[in-house]
């Protein structure tokens, strides 16, 4: 059965760094668009960053330059490097899987940034 498993969240201060993983298994993540996605209190889930299966990446405006997605396909992990937190990054980080005619996502994993 495929799963998506986020791990990496915790509570840090403005300006710390963070490392996202989502790990996957019954899926080969390199065939898939892999996406990064969070939902803070009473607001709708965003796209955070994105890589294709081309590996093209793509960030929304707020995360350029701080945040950087890759994936190690020997490991069938996707990883979120999260630099000069701030305390509007604070949200439940989701980790998606698109293609094959799947839409697949991970449980979450809360990341609060806050002094």
């Known amino acids: 059965q495929a799963q998506l498993v986020e791990s990496g969240g915790g509570l840090v201060q403005p300006g710390e760094s963070l490392r996202l993983s989502c790990a996957a298994s019954?899926?080969?993540?390199?065939?898939?668009?892999m996406g990064w996605y969070r939902q803070a209190p009473g607001k709708q889930r965003e796209l955070v960053a994105v890589i294709s299966k081309g590996g093209e990446t793509n960030y929304v405006d707020s995360v350029k330059g701080r945040f950087t997605i890759s994936g190690d396909y020997a490991k069938n992990t996707v990883y979120l490097q999260m630099n000069s937190l701030k305390p509007e990054d604070t949200a439940v980080y989701y980790c998606?899987?698109?293609?094959?005619?799947?839409?697949?996502w991970g449980q979450g994993t809360q990341v609060t940034v806050s002094s």
């Open positions: 019954g899926i080969a993540v390199r065939f898939y668009d």
């Open positions: 998606n899987a698109r293609g094959m005619g799947r839409d697949l």
